[in-house]
């Protein structure tokens, strides 16, 4: 492996230059053009290919994240604490490579019982002592999180909003804006949406509940769905 190699590996494991210097035997002289290089070719490569296009650097939604839900067992997509009791309200975040010491973030809060995406924040630009305060944030209200392939990323969220424009619901204002941080979506969801194939809707705080139950009404009626009570 060339010099340059190794410097960009070393680089994307979080190290400083000096650390490079070190762990390569070679002066820091030697290394610091290297690293300015690779960060110019990094931040050019990542402004040509999009946000949809640029290295998957962390994929992560909260643990509970299958709960009522039917997923294609073919995928084996785990789900590490199933039975958490936090099913129908799914948090997604994810980070693309935006140069060496950026990220770009965008998270993703899908009803996948009803509604679809609910919310989104991002796309930002953070380093990676940011993102994992971002993190903790994000997925504050949730027992946990876990690591997540870029693909079950894409099959729920992008999943969740065709299930809810099937139903008459459109995705969140801002979800346009952060859409192409997952990539491309040119398929059908390997996952089956509403709780056990059934639409459930569960009012959230910012929400109108008479508004969404008469939407829900138009197309499926009440013995087709399934809802809290909002005054309960």
Not at 161 to 176: I, K, Q, S
Request: net charge negative.
């Amino acid at each position: 492996m060339e010099l340059k190699d190794q410097v960009r590996e070393l680089r994307r494991q979080g190290r400083s230059p000096k650390e490079i210097a070190r762990a390569l035997k070679v002066s820091p002289s030697v290394v610091a053009p290297l690293v300015r290089a690779i960060a110019g070719e990094d931040a050019e490569a990542a402004q040509a290919a999009g946000p949809g296009e640029a290295e998957v650097a962390g994929c992560w939604i909260n643990v509970g994240w299958s709960e009522g839900l039917g997923v294609d067992p073919a995928r084996g997509w785990a789900d590490e604490a199933p039975d958490s009791g936090v099913g129908g309200l799914v948090c997604v975040l994810v980070a693309r490579r935006h140069s060496w010491d950026r990220l770009t973030v965008c998270g993703y809060l899908a009803d996948v019982y009803c509604i679809g995406v609910k919310a989104v924040i991002g796309p930002d630009v953070l380093n990676d002592r940011e993102l994992a305060r971002f993190r903790e944030y994000f997925f504050g209200e949730y027992p946990g999180w876990q690591d997540a392939p870029i693909e079950l990323a894409r099959h729920l969220v992008f999943g969740s909003v065709d299930h809810g424009r099937t139903l008459g619901f459109e995705p969140h204002d801002l979800f346009a804006l952060g859409a192409d941080v997952l990539g491309k979506w040119e398929e059908e969801s390997a996952v089956t949406f509403g709780r056990d194939g059934k639409p459930f809707y569960v009012p959230g705080p910012d929400d109108d509940p008479a508004k969404v139950l008469r939407t829900l009404r138009r197309g499926l009626s009440d013995d087709e769905f399934g809802y809290v009570n909002p005054g309960q």
